[in-house]
C-alpha cells in the first residue's frame, strides 16, 4: 500500500514526523478514484474504511467456480476448480486493516495496522490464534527470525511505546521506525527494542548474516510537503541487530540507491510516480542478490556486503508502470516479477477501461553475469478477471510455489483475490487457479480484499484485509512436487533456498 506521504534525506533525529491525512477526506478520495482513477493516486489506507468483517468461524468457505467474464455477488466466494477453500479465521482486530504475513514452524505471524496476532497453523484446516499483540503504527509490516519479531512503522507516534497516538508531523516528540519484540514465549511476546529510521519504516527486509541480522528499512513518499521527507530521500536506512544482543541494535547507515535522483516522474513522466525512496526490497542470499522496488525505478543490487548494497542496474517503465511496489526473484535466479501498485492500491484498476498492461506485474530476465548483469522486460501479467467499479484491485504481495521444474507464483490482488500464475515462459505468462470474493459493498468504492497470499509448506495463506486470515489449497499437477518443500521459516522478502 502506497501511503500519502514524504521523506526527508537522512535525518534520524527526533525532529518533524509526517502526519496522515485526516480521515475526513476519505469521501473525496473515494470520489475521486470512482470518477478518473488516476495512475499516480496514492491513498493513505488509514483514509479507508475497510469492509466488514466475516462471521467469526473458522469453517470452509464454500464457493463456485466463476463464469467467463462473469463478477460474483457482494461477498460472494468464487474459486477455480483446482483451489480448494479450508479455513477462515476473522480478522483479530475488527475495525483496523490486515497487512503482511510470516511464517516460522507451525506459527503464522500476521500484520495488522493495530498490532500483530500469532497463529498455530499445525492443521491448515483449524488455525488457532495464539496471541494477538495491540501495537498500533501503520502498517506493521511483519519478519521473524529466531526469538526475534520485526515491525514496521509508518505513521507518526506520539512516541515509540504500543501505546502511542498518531499525531501531526510538527510534534518534535514523533516517532516512526523499527519495531523488535523478543517471541520466545509465542502467548506473551515482549517488546524488547525500538530503532527509528529516516521517514519511517515502511515496510522492512531481513538479511541473516552470520552474528548478525541486518534490516534494510524501506521509507518513501510522493508528497513532498511532509519535512522529514523531502528529497533527495535516495537511499535506504540499514540497522544492524547482534543476535545474542538484539537491544543493541542501530542504524549503521544509509547507502545511496539513487545518487542522480531517480525516476524524475511527472510532469516529465506523466503518470509515474517520482522516485524519493523504495517501498520494499526482496534479497536472494544465496545468490547475494536484491531487487528494490522504488516507486519510479527498479533496481537490481549486490548484497556480498550487506551494509553497503551496490547497485547493478536499475530500468523504468514509464509507459504503464505507476507505482514499483515489490519484487520476487525466480529459484534460478534468472527472472525477476515487479508488481505496479496502480492507484496506490485504493483504486478500482482491475476493470475494463484500465486493460491488461497497467496495474500489472512486470516479468524481467535477468542477463549477463557479475556487474554487467542487466534487467531485461519480457511480458505484462493481469488477472484475465475483471472487477467491479466498486472494487480496489491491483497487483500486490505474492511469493514463489516452490513447484519442480517451473516459475509458478500466488500473488495477492486486493479485492481482486488469490491468483495462481505460471511464469516459466517469461513472455507468455497465464493464470492457472483463483479465489475471490465478490465486491465489499455495490454502491460505492470499498477498502478490502488479499493484502498478502502467500504459499508456506503446502498451503496458501492470504491476510485479508476485512475478511482475515484464509487457508487455500492448490490441487494442480503443476504445483504437486512443491508439496514436498518444507521450510522451517519463511519471510518472503527473504527469499529461501527451496532446494
Not at 497516538?165 to 515482549?190: C, H, L, M, Y
Not at 504459499?455 to 484485509?465: R, T
Amino acid at each position: 500500500m502506497t501511503p500519502n506521504h514524504t521523506a526527508d534525506p537522512r535525518r534520524t533525529g527526533r525532529g518533524s514526523r509526517r502526519a496522515r491525512t485526516a480521515a475526513a477526506a476519505a469521501g473525496g478520495l473515494l470520489a475521486a478514484l470512482l470518477a478518473a482513477h488516476p495512475a499516480a493516486a496514492t491513498p493513505d489506507p488509514g483514509d479507508l474504511s475497510p469492509g466488514a468483517g466475516a462471521p467469526r468461524s473458522a469453517a470452509p468457505p464454500a464457493g463456485r467456480v466463476l463464469p467467463p467474464g462473469g463478477i460474483p455477488g457482494q461477498d460472494e466466494i468464487v474459486h477455480s476448480p483446482n483451489i480448494t477453500p479450508l479455513a477462515n479465521i476473522p480478522r483479530a482486530f475488527p475495525n483496523d486493516i490486515n497487512t503482511d504475513l510470516a511464517f516460522q514452524g507451525r506459527y503464522a505471524y500476521a500484520g495488522n495496522y493495530g498490532g500483530f496476532t500469532i497463529y498455530d497453523i499445525a492443521d491448515p484446516k483449524a488455525p488457532k490464534t495464539v496471541s494477538t499483540v495491540l501495537c498500533p503504527g501503520g502498517q506493521n509490516d511483519i519478519s521473524v527470525h529466531g526469538d526475534l519479531l520485526f515491525l514496521s512503522t509508518d505513521s507518526s507516534r506520539s512516541d515509540d511505546s504500543c501505546n502511542s497516538v498518531s499525531q501531526p508531523a510538527t510534534e518534535k516528540s514523533s516517532w516512526e521506525g523499527i519495531k523488535i519484540f523478543d517471541i520466545k514465549d509465542k502467548k506473551n511476546p515482549r517488546y524488547i527494542k525500538s530503532v527509528e529510521t529516516a521517514c519511517g519504516s515502511h515496510t522492512h527486509t531481513l538479511v541473516p548474516n552470520g552474528r548478525d541480522i541486518f534490516v534494510y528499512v524501506a521509507s518513501y513518499s510522493p508528497n513532498e510537503a511532509f519535512p522529514d521527507c523531502r528529497p533527495p530521500h535516495d537511499g535506504i536506512s540499514v540497522v544492524k541487530v547482534p543476535r545474542k544482543a538484539p537491544t543493541r541494535a542501530a542504524v549503521v547507515g544509509f547507502p545511496v540507491l539513487f545518487p542522480d535522483g531517480g525516476n524524475p516522474g511527472a510532469p516529465t513522466n506523466p503518470g509515474v510516480s517520482k522516485t524519493t525512496g523504495c517501498h520494499d526490497i526482496t534479497v536472494l542470499p544465496s545468490k547475494r542478490l536484491a531487487a528494490g522496488a522504488c516507486m519510479g525505478d527498479g533496481i537490481l543490487f549486490d548484497i556480498r556486503d550487506p551494509e553497503r548494497p551496490r547497485v547493478i542496474d536499475r530500468v523504468q517503465d514509464n509507459t504503464n508502470f505507476a507505482f514499483w511496489h515489490s519484487a520476487t526473484f525466480n529459484e534460478k535466479a534468472d527472472k525477476v516479477v515487479f508488481t505496479d501498485e496502480l492507484g496506490g492500491g485504493g483504486g478500482a484498476t482491475c476493470n475494463e477501461a484500465t486493460g491488461p498492461n497497467r496495474g500489472a506485474n512486470g516479468i524481467y530476465d535477468i542477463t549477463g553475469r557479475g556487474d554487467h548483469r542487466k534487467l531485461a522486460f519480457r511480458s505484462y501479467f493481469k488477472i484475465p478477471r475483471h472487477q467491479a467499479d466498486t472494487e480496489n484491485c491491483v497487483a500486490h504481495n505474492g511469493s514463489l510455489v516452490p513447484a519442480a521444474g517451473r516459475d509458478i507464483m500466488v500473488q495477492a490482488w486486493y479485492q481482486g483475490g488469490v491468483s495462481v500464475w505460471d511464469f516459466t515462459d517469461s513472455a507468455e505468462p497465464r493464470e492457472i487457479g483463483y479465489f475471490e470474493r465478490g465486491p465489499l459493498g455495490s454502491d460505492a468504492l470499498s477498502f478490502g480484499g488479499s493484502w498478502s497470499a502467500y504459499y508456506y509448506n503446502g498451503h496458501v495463506y492470504s491476510n485479508d484485509i476485512a475478511k482475515g486470515l484464509d487457508v487455500l489449497r492448490i490441487d494442480d499437477r503443476r504445483t504437486d512436487s512443491a508439496a514436498r518443500v518444507r521450510l522451517d521459516r519463511l519471510n518472503v522478502q527473504t527469499q529461501p533456498v527451496y532446494r
